[in-house]
Nanobody
Framework: QVHLVESGGGLVQAGGSLRLSCAASGSIYSIKPMGWYRQAPGKQRELVAALSSGGSTNYADSVKGRFTISRDNVKNTVYLQMNSLKPEDTAVYYC??????????WGQGTQVTVSS
């Protein structure tokens, strides 16, 4: 079993920055693919950024050049640095961990609100 806890969300003005953290604990015995998703009211959950076990990254077109995903393997923590935030970035942000064999773990989510 894996437990994910996100933190770092909040209210920020457009153009500002936030850094989200996702700490993983539990039965983690190797580096796993992790990612950040978001869900705005009335919309489907969408991928924001992903980080493979080998360190390669993938970003949604809407956040390329503004968001950066990174990982601290010692702390089992993945980060999402969000710069130049826009009101359309407002959403609940979730991290996930792909444990393999079709097993995906999700955190509880953290609210990000960007005011115009």
């Amino acid at each position: 079993q894996v437990h994910l806890v996100e933190s770092g969300g909040g209210l920020v003005q457009a153009g500002g920055s936030l850094r989200l953290s996702c700490a993983a604990s539990g039965s983690i015995y190797s580096i796993k693919p992790m990612g950040w998703y978001r869900q705005a009211p009335g919309k489907q959950r969408e991928l924001v950024a992903a980080l493979s076990s080998g360190g390669s990254t993938n970003y949604a077109d809407s956040v390329k050049g503004r968001f950066t995903i990174s990982r601290d393997n010692v702390k089992n923590t993945v980060y999402l640095q969000m710069n130049s935030l826009k009101p359309e970035d407002t959403a609940v942000y979730y991290c996930n961990l792909n444990a393999g064999f079709g097993v995906i773990y999700w955190g509880q989510g953290t609210q990000v609100t960007v005011s115009s």
